[in-house]
């Protein structure tokens, strides 16, 4: 396995799909940390975590701004992956109006992951 391997994204791990969104939404616990607003959802039964990002249109009329902070959730979540226990659903809410540096969604992010990974 390669070095830089263990922090990729497969498809997989990106959560799709009516029925399991809906199960995390009715079902999953909320929080938030800092820039984020997180739901989340244990025990799925399987060996790896899946995520869902959304930043709200509302805030941001442009998909290039859209793209942008979506793509800085991911990698922060990418790099931190680890510390999410195998079988988690989380989705990821972006909250600020303005587009936050990727230091700063990092910190968010970790705090986030440790807020989940300690229910």
């Known amino acids: ?47 790896y975590g899946r995520i869902l990002v959304s930043v709200p249109k509302r805030h941001f009329k442009r998909a290039v701004k859209r793209n942008l902070l979506k793509r800085r959730i991911r990698e922060s979540y990418r790099t931190r992956k680890e510390l999410l226990a195998p079988g988690t659903d989380v989705m990821f809410i972006y909250q600020p109006k303005e587009i936050l540096s990727y230091p700063e969604i990092c910190s968010a992010m970790e705090t986030a992951l440790k807020d989940i990974s300690a229910e």
């Open 1 to 47: 396995m390669a070095a830089g391997a263990v922090h990729t994204l497969p498809k997989k791990e990106r959560l799709s799909g009516r029925t399991d969104i809906s199960r995390l939404l009715d079902k999953g616990r909320y929080g938030i940390a800092s820039c984020l607003k997180y739901c989340y959802l244990t025990g799925t039964g399987l060996p």
